[in-house]
C-alpha cells in the first residue's frame, strides 16, 4: 500500500502545483486514499521531496530523485532557481535564498556532493555551512557563484 501511495504522489506532484501537504492530502483523498496529516509528512521526508519555485512566486513540491532525471541538473537548476547570493567568514559560507527555499537549496548542496561541506543548516532564506579550512570556504563559494550565473 505504501509503495502505490508514494507512486501515486510522484504522478500527483507532477501533475499539480501542489504548494502544501493538505493540499496532497486532499488530492489522496480523492484518489481514494486513506491519509493522516502525519502519514503525508513521512511520506514527504521518504520520498525526499522538496519545494521549488514556481514562475508566479508560489512554491511547489517536486521530488529531486525522479526515475530516469538527470539528478545533477536538477539539483543545479533548483540551486539556481533559490540562490540570491553567498559569502564567507572564515570556513563558514553563508548562502542567501529566495525567501522560503534554504531548505531546497541546502539539499540541492548535498545531493551536488559538495565534498568541501562537513555539515549545514537551513532557517527560511539562509544557509550556513561550516567547511574544513577557508581555502574550501573562498573555492566553493566561487564556484556556487559560476553555476549560479550559467
Known amino acids: 500500500m505504501k509503495a502505490t501511495r508514494h507512486a501515486k504522489i510522484l504522478e500527483l506532484i507532477e501533475r499539480a502545483p501542489i504548494e502544501t501537504q493538505e493540499e496532497l492530502s486532499d488530492y489522496l483523498r480523492r484518489e481514494g486514499y486513506q491519509v493522516t496529516q502525519a502519514t ?3 511520506d514527504i521526508r521518504e520520498l525526499k521531496l522538496t519545494k521549488v519555485a514556481m514562475e508566479n512566486g508560489r ?3 517536486a521530488s529531486l530523485a525522479g526515475k530516469g532525471t538527470d539528478l545533477a541538473g536538477k539539483y543545479a537548476r533548483v540551486f539556481k532557481e533559490g540562490f540570491r547570493s553567498a559569502d564567507t567568514a572564515q570556513n563558514i559560507l553563508v548562502v542567501k535564498t529566495v525567501s522560503g527555499m534554504a ?3 541546502a539539499a540541492a548542496l548535498d545531493g551536488m556532493q559538495c565534498e568541501e561541506i562537513v555539515g549545514s543548516i537551513a532557517g527560511d532564506d539562509t544557509i550556513m555551512c561550516a567547511l574544513r579550512t577557508s ?3 573562498k573555492a566553493l563559494l566561487a564556484r556556487l557563484k559560476k553555476l549560479a550565473a550559467e
Request: charged fraction near 35%; proline fraction near 0%.
Open 40 to 42: 503525508v509528512s513521512r
Open 59 to 61: 512554491q511547489r513540491y
Open 103 to 105: 531548505m531546497a537549496v
Open 135 to 137: 581555502e574550501d570556504a
